[in-house]
């Protein structure tokens, strides 16, 4: 496993590849991996002849009083699994390697930003798009995946590459969760104990909105209502964000749910912002 830290090389190394007609998968990442970057990490090995991870915890996607300084780090530990799982090229920049002191360009999807996450991190996905499309014109990759629990930040990214017409397959893949149902996360680690224990009710939540789903309930109102009130009886020390049922690749706000819905959520936990989703059907 090559370790690259400087742009030019990475663009050096893609091109190369291409040259010579690999296929190549891009996974984006910001370290301290889990089960669930090993699941994206292995997918692509799996589907592509040469696997690039990057590494990078980027500034621009977090706003003032978020958890840039504090955000879990552990490079030793994360390029020891990238290697394992057999990464060709793990690209780890420096901030300003990235990004010129005079960097002045963005990218955004506003139509998609302005709901669920973003209605609390109004500068995220602005940041999130302009740092992995700069990924994708660095290592021109066949094919990019990521993972479903940060579902606004996949549909964001496949809109963006959709209206750009950038050459790249997004792959989305489901979400990998702990025994009890907590969806992993790297942001995890700011749990107590105690806090930890409760946080499954997450996911015991989804699975109610969408047992009422399967049973015939199309009204989202009250499905977002039941939700809300398992919340406040089994996790009241949890702080909403949101929750929302949502189109799953408008993620405009839907009112009564036909063929797709999506319930997701965000939760303030402690020192934690855990986010979750899960899709409805319908029953009959």
């Known amino acids: 496993m090559q370790i690259i830290h400087s742009p030019e090389a990475l663009h050096s190394v893609c091109a190369e590849w291409r040259r010579q007609g690999l296929k190549t998968a891009l996974v984006p990442t910001m370290g301290y991996y889990h089960a669930g970057h090993a699941s994206l990490i292995s997918y692509a090995r799996s589907v592509a002849d040469k696997v690039i991870v990057s590494l990078f915890v980027n500034p621009t996607q977090f706003g003032p009083n978020e958890d840039l300084e504090a955000y879990p780090r552990d490079f030793e530990k994360d390029s020891a699994l990238a290697r394992e799982l057999g990464v060709d ?31 609390s991190r109004p500068v995220h996905f602005r940041g999130v798009c302009t740092v992995v499309l700069k990924l994708f014109m660095l290592a021109q ?3 990019a995946v990521f993972g479903e629990k940060d579902w606004q930040q996949l549909a964001i990214i496949k809109k963006m590459v959709s209206d750009l017409n950038v050459p790249v397959e997004v792959v989305g893949r489901p979400i990998v969760r702990e025994a009890d149902g907590l969806a992993l996360s790297s942001r995890n680690v700011y749990l107590t104990p105690e806090e930890r224990a409760q946080a499954p009710q997450i996911r015991k939540s989804l699975e109610m909105a969408a047992g009422l789903a399967a049973g015939g309930e199309r009204d989202a109102a009250r499905i977002i209502e039941a939700v809300r009130g398992y919340l406040a009886e089994h996790l009241p020390t949890g702080q909403e964000d949101y929750i929302s049922i949502v189109d799953p690749a408008a993620l405009t706000k839907v009112d009564r749910i036909g063929d797709a819905a999506l319930c997701a959520l965000a939760v303030r936990l402690g020192k934690a912002r855990l986010i979750d989703n899960m899709l409805l059907k319908v029953g009959e």
């Open 89 to 119: 090229v793990l690209y780890a920049p420096d901030p300003a390697g990235m990004y010129a002191p005079d960097h002045a360009t963005w990218v955004e999807v506003p139509a998609l930003a302005g709901t669920l996450c973003g209605l």
């Open 141 to 143: 990759p066949s094919l």
